[in-house]
């Protein structure tokens, strides 16, 4: 059944039609953030490793190209989302996300959003903000393209790592490749949110 599974995966991996899938799917997820386009990312990374398909090159430009369509679709409909996102629980995830977002927002715009980037609700959130305020949407585009470039390389290439150390076992590579991209993506957002906690005590703000 796994080795089924598996066949099956790699075969849609060596498709032409994945590359815009994975467009497809990058968009869906900046646009409501319950899709984990980063475990898909770092499968295709695992898989190229392991098989040499798909195309690691590919992949990651579909990634940003889809990171950046969607991020900036949602900057467009920013002003028509933000009365959902301040209906939001502040003890949920997503509420949290609306507090950090905009307790950053005021001081370092540009770091915020490609920080948010690698934080689902939260790069969600921050493109609706943001759009809702009118933040000129030059710097919005070259601040998130610049975080869609980083994140994207980072998300395939640790699968990529993963699934290279696993070759004559694509299946094992490809859990080892999304393993590995989990607890890297968490380690990130943990070392980003400490590095906001101590430049807020540096500054003398509080982090309530």
Same mark, same amino acid.
């Given at each position: 059944?796994?080795?089924?599974?598996?066949?099956?995966?790699?075969?849609?991996?060596?498709?032409?039609?994945?590359?815009?899938?994975?467009?497809?799917?990058?968009?869906?997820?900046?646009?409501?953030?319950?899709?984990?386009?980063?475990?898909?990312?770092?499968? @295709?990374?695992? &898989?190229?490793?392991? /098989?040499?398909?798909?195309?690691? +090159?590919?992949?990651? =430009?579909?990634? #940003?190209?889809? %990171?950046?369509?969607?991020?900036?679709?949602?900057?467009?409909?920013?002003?028509?989302?933000?009365?959902?996102?301040?209906?939001?629980?502040?003890?949920?995830?997503?509420?949290?996300?609306?507090?950090?977002?905009?307790?950053?927002?005021?001081?370092?715009?540009?770091?915020?959003?490609?920080?948010?980037?690698?934080?689902?609700?939260?790069?969600?959130?921050?493109?609706?903000?943001?759009?809702?305020?009118?933040?000129?949407? @030059?710097?919005? &585009?070259?601040?998130? /393209?610049?975080?869609?470039?980083? +994140?994207?390389?980072? =998300?395939?290439? #640790?699968?990529? %790592?993963?699934?290279?150390?696993?070759?004559?076992?694509?299946?094992?590579?490809?859990?080892?490749?999304?393993?590995?991209?989990?607890?890297?993506?968490?380690?990130?957002?943990?070392?980003?949110?400490?590095?906001?906690?101590?430049?807020?005590?540096?500054?003398?703000?509080?982090?309530?």
């Amino acid at each position: 059944m796994a080795d089924q599974i598996v066949m099956w995966v790699e075969t849609l991996m060596t498709m032409p039609i994945f590359y815009p899938l994975v467009v497809l799917l990058i968009i869906g997820d900046a646009l409501m953030p319950i899709i984990p386009s980063e475990t898909v990312l770092n499968l @295709a990374g695992a &898989f190229a490793g392991s /098989t040499g398909s798909p195309n690691v +090159w590919l992949v990651i =430009s579909a990634a #940003i190209i889809g %990171a950046i369509i969607g991020d900036n679709i949602c900057y467009l409909l920013g002003t028509k989302l933000v009365k959902f996102v301040n209906r939001l629980d502040p003890e949920s995830k997503a509420g949290q996300a609306v507090t950090w977002v905009r307790r950053n927002m005021r001081r370092r715009a540009g770091v915020t959003i490609i920080v948010a980037r690698f934080l689902p609700w939260a790069r969600w959130v921050a493109t609706i903000i943001l759009g809702s305020v009118r933040y000129p949407w @030059a710097m919005f &585009f070259i601040y998130d /393209t610049i975080g869609a470039i980083i +994140w994207a390389f980072q =998300s395939v290439l #640790i699968g990529y %790592a993963g699934g290279a150390m696993f070759q004559q076992n694509p299946l094992l590579g490809m859990i080892v490749g999304v393993t590995l991209g989990t607890v890297v993506g968490a380690l990130i957002q943990k070392a980003q949110e400490r590095l906001f906690e101590w430049a807020d005590e540096r500054r003398g703000y509080s982090t309530l």
